[in-house]
């Protein structure tokens, strides 16, 4: 059973940075690439970036210029920072995963964190 376990969020100040973990744990398996979400109440969930196990990043318009997405291969955790955040960014982030394991390979979620944007 594999299970993706998301660290950080909580409350950030105008202007500051974001930094989240997501860490997979469980029985053998290998994770191929690793994104991350959004989701502002009553709005749909809004990809913000992703990470291919080779290191190969690609970001979204709200993500772009102010982000880094890294992964540790080694250790199966995967990085958010996002830098200069405004209160309107105020939502429950999440990450998300194809994991291959012993019987194939499947997309998994982490549980989602509150990051509340204030002063």
């Known amino acids: 059973q594999v299970q993706l376990v998301l660290s950080g969020g909580g409350l950030v100040q105008p202007g500051g940075s974001l930094r989240l973990s997501c860490a997979a744990s469980g029985s053998t398996f290998s994770i191929n690439d690793m994104a991350w979400y959004r989701q502002v109440p009553n709005n749909p969930r809004e990809l913000l970036g992703h990470?291919?196990?080779?290191?190969?990043?690609s970001y979204k318009d709200p993500a772009k210029g102010r982000s880094t997405i890294s992964m540790d291969s080694v250790a199966n955790v995967g990085f958010l920072q996002m830098n200069n955040m405004k209160p309107e960014e105020t939502a429950i982030y999440y990450c998300s995963a194809a994991i291959t394991t012993t019987r194939g390979t499947l997309n998994y979620w982490g549980q989602g964190t509150l990051v509340t944007v204030s002063s």
């Open positions: 990470i291919t196990n080779g290191g190969i990043t």
